[in-house]
């Protein structure tokens, strides 16, 4: 258990939760609708799985996927192996944790690292330290969204990146967070802004890590609950607009996934 209550299980193994393309995000002890005798297409029966890189395996995994798609879009990608890799801690001190989204074939889709504030701060404060201590001074409890990549062939990049949210949401969750921030660069924020609800916090500066442009954008809890309240799990709601919360888990179904995070429910 970590300063924040965050309880781990260790040496989690199991698979997170899973979803298709067609269906809203589902915990895979929960039980399931039977679907198969709707009309799917090849990408909407494609299911999806998230799991933890809780071994070195797939921390090597989330390396390759982040230095793949990163490198695609012109980052340098040099120490991200490092870094990454720096992420792994034992269960009774977790700062980080690193979720995998695999695909067919088990293919690796999709990842994304979840960054918990303490002692040392976060990667984001790099650049932005007066902003997020402006933050910590409000009694915004932190935690940062990091090393999201999602491969450009995968069928529906919004509902892996949704499903990798919904997840990292939760953790902050269980951990008595009440504020998420993220770095992106200057071309995603309307991404975030729209379909997230994230807002900007920080002005545009070069962020060396990657050496590209980066603007600070944040969420609070409170904004994300109240989306899930009026959204979660109707991924056909028509006055969803461009929300990605139409595909998260309903509050109603939050707890059983919880205690599955939690590692109290194995699977």
Known sequence: ???????????????????????????????????????????ERQKFKIRMASNQERR????????????????????????????????????????????????????????????????ADELYRGELDALRGQDKRLLEFTKLAIDRHASNSNRIVAALTNIAYLYGKMSNCNTAVIEVHPRHVAFYESKLGFRQVGPERLCTRVNAPAILLAIEWDAMAEEIRK???RKDDGTAGKSLYRYFIDEHDEAGLIKRLAGTEVG
């Not at 040496?11 to 039980?31: A, G, R, W, Y």
């Not at 980080?96 to 293919?107: A, C, E, K, P, T």
């Open 60 to 123: 090597q995994t989330a390396v390759f996927l982040v230095e793949k798609m990163y490198g695609w879009r012109g980052y340098n990608t040099s120490g991200v192996s490092e870094k990454l890799a720096a992420t792994a801690k034992p269960a009774e001190d977790v700062t980080h944790i690193s979720l995998m989204v695999y695909g067919q074939d088990n293919r690796p889709v999709g990842t994304l690292t979840v960054g918990f504030d303490g002692p040392k701060g976060m990667l």
């Open 231 to 233: 959204y979660g799990g």
């Open 1 to 43: 258990m970590d300063r924040n209550g965050l309880s781990i299980a260790e040496n989690v193994d199991h698979t997170l939760v899973e979803f298709s393309m067609m269906e809203t995000l589902h915990p895979i002890s929960l039980q399931q609708s039977d679907c198969s005798s709707e009309p799917q297409g090849r990408f």
